[in-house]
Each structure stands twice: as structure tokens, then as C-alpha cells.
């Protein structure tokens, strides 16, 4: 990992509430951004601000997710996801989450990453896997 990661650094993307991205169980006058697709898109954009730091052969696995959903955005209303790195220890990166559509704050809260080295990490996938399969006496299908 670069030394170029370090808190302060902040990455922007904006979107737009398109039908994947709402709720249906409302119905169609109720079509609002969903919390797990919110979620989501936090998912993609702090990877993405972390991977403009790593070296190569790195990437980077969630630790933890805390958001606020504060307010329904409808659909086809575009959304602004500020990512902010509010600390960097080690491996471990902490992001402050702001998203506001075009009237008001929606969510805010924080998600928490940790830089692996890939090469390593399919390693261990494949031990993972290798013991599961000895756990289910040969087959891991």
C-alpha cells in the first residue's frame, strides 16, 4: 500500500436511482433508494479510492459497515456518495460516508476495509476450501 493512502483523502461518485436500485415492496408509488443497494454502492466506492493507493497485487476486504439511512430518495433522483478516509492504521481503513441526494442528506456512517495481498488471499481461499471438503468427506459442491 502506498503511502498516498492516508486519512483526508476523499473520492466522490454520483448515481442515479434507477429501478434496481429502490425498494418494490411499496409498490410502484413507493419506489425509494434501497438501504442494501445504498450499501452496496458504499461497497464499490471505497474500494475504488483505496485501489488508486495500493500496489500491485493488492485489493482490499470489508470489515465492517455502520450507515444511517436517513431519508428516502425517489426514483430517478440522483445521489452524491462522499467517501472520506478517516484513518489509516496499518492495513485498516476507516471511511466517513456522507450521501445526499438533490434536496437533502440520505445516510451517513462509516465502513471499514482491510488491504490484502491477493496472491495470499486465494491461498488461503483454497485452503478454505480444501478443508471443507475434507469436512464434507471429499466434495465441496
Request: proline share 4%; with cysteine.
Amino acid at each position: 500500500m502506498k503511502e498516498t493512502l492516508r486519512p483526508g483523502i476523499v473520492l466522490t461518485r454520483r448515481l442515479v436511482v434507477d429501478c434496481d436500485r429502490t425498494i418494490g415492496f411499496m409498490g410502484e408509488e413507493g419506489r425509494i433508494y434501497a438501504t442494501p443497494t445504498l450499501i452496496r454502492a458504499v461497497e464499490h466506492v471505497c474500494p475504488a479510492l483505496v485501489l488508486e493507493h495500493a500496489d500491485a497485487g493488492e485489493d482490499c476486504a470489508g470489515l465492517e459497515v455502520a450507515i444511517q439511512h436517513l431519508a428516502p430518495t425517489r426514483l430517478g433522483m440522483e445521489v452524491g456518495l462522499v467517501v472520506t478516509a478517516r484513518t489509516v492504521e496499518g492495513r485498516k481503513v476507516t471511511f466517513d460516508v456522507a450521501v445526499k441526494d438533490e434536496l437533502e442528506p440520505v445516510s451517513v456512517g462509516s465502513h471499514t476495509r482491510f488491504v490484502v495481498d491477493k496472491a495470499k488471499t486465494f491461498e488461503r481461499l483454497k485452503a478454505k476450501a480444501a478443508r471443507l471438503a475434507a469436512a464434507r468427506g471429499g466434495t465441496t459442491g
